[in-house]
């Protein structure tokens, strides 16, 4: 089987586990025009039967992969460096324009999807009054979610992964959440993990291009 249709295959299998409170589910899988979005996307890049080293991010955000399905894309970029166009709003978000200046800083779009898989911890994203909220930011929501979210790292690695090695995007809690899970389960011999786009063009935006250097030359020497 193709990776293209493992991928897909993998979010056509994906099921939500419950979530307390106010908090509400992050859910484009459900969408006709993302499920058409994911085909082109995954057979335009991924229409070979070659391993990826797996990048995961947190989980996907409003503007972002909670909209088009693919993980740090928002509509905007998926139409422009991808050739993919939908009916969403062609709005830029923080974190998928780093990704994307960091890709072709890196070379090109199908050289770097021919060597990387861009996922998430968790691919649902949530949200509560109405912002984006990260899988660990609620103890119960982390707690009702774990085994779906080891569930579905655990076949990604059968499935797409080089297993040696893979890159967390997010330091900080989502470090340690899958530094403990990756202890537990002994997933990968060693985790790279790298600031996440969203804190670096927050925080440090001054210094983004030393922010996409450091990605390109730690992803170049894998």
């Known amino acids: 089987m193709k990776t293209s249709h493992k991928i897909i295959k993998f979010f056509n299998n994906l099921v939500p586990a419950s979530v307390p409170g106010k908090i509400e589910i992050l859910d484009p899988y459900g969408n006709e025009e993302v499920h058409l979005i994911i085909q082109s996307f995954y057979k ?9 080293i797996l990048i995961f991010g947190i989980n996907p955000g ?47 779009i199908k050289s770097f999807y021919k ?19 990260n899988y660990y930011d609620d103890l119960d929501l982390t707690k009702k979610w774990k085994s779906n ?23 900080g809690k989502n470090q340690k959440f899958f530094e403990i899970i990756n202890k537990e389960y002994k997933f990968f011999k060693e985790i790279i993990v790298l600031p996440h786009p969203r804190w670096i063009l927050q925080y440090r935006s001054k210094d983004k291009n030393i922010y996409i250097s450091e990605y390109v030359n730690k992803l170049k020497n894998l």
Do not use: A
């Open 115 to 133: 060597k990387f898989f861009i996922s998430s911890i968790c691919p649902y994203g949530f949200v509560r009054n109405g912002k984006n909220l």
């Open 44 to 52: 335009k890049y991924f229409n070979d039967s070659k391993r990826r």
């Open 149 to 171: 979210i080891i569930k579905w790292i655990d076949f990604q690695i059968k499935n797409l992964s080089i297993r040696d090695y893979c890159i967390v995007i997010g330091k």
């Open 62 to 108: 409003r503007f972002g992969g909670g909209l088009t399905g693919i993980p740090f894309t928002d509509p905007y970029h998926l139409k422009k460096n991808c050739g993919i166009n939908s009916s969403f709003p062609k709005k830029k978000e923080m974190s998928s324009k780093f990704i994307y200046e960091m890709i072709l800083s890196f070379g090109d």
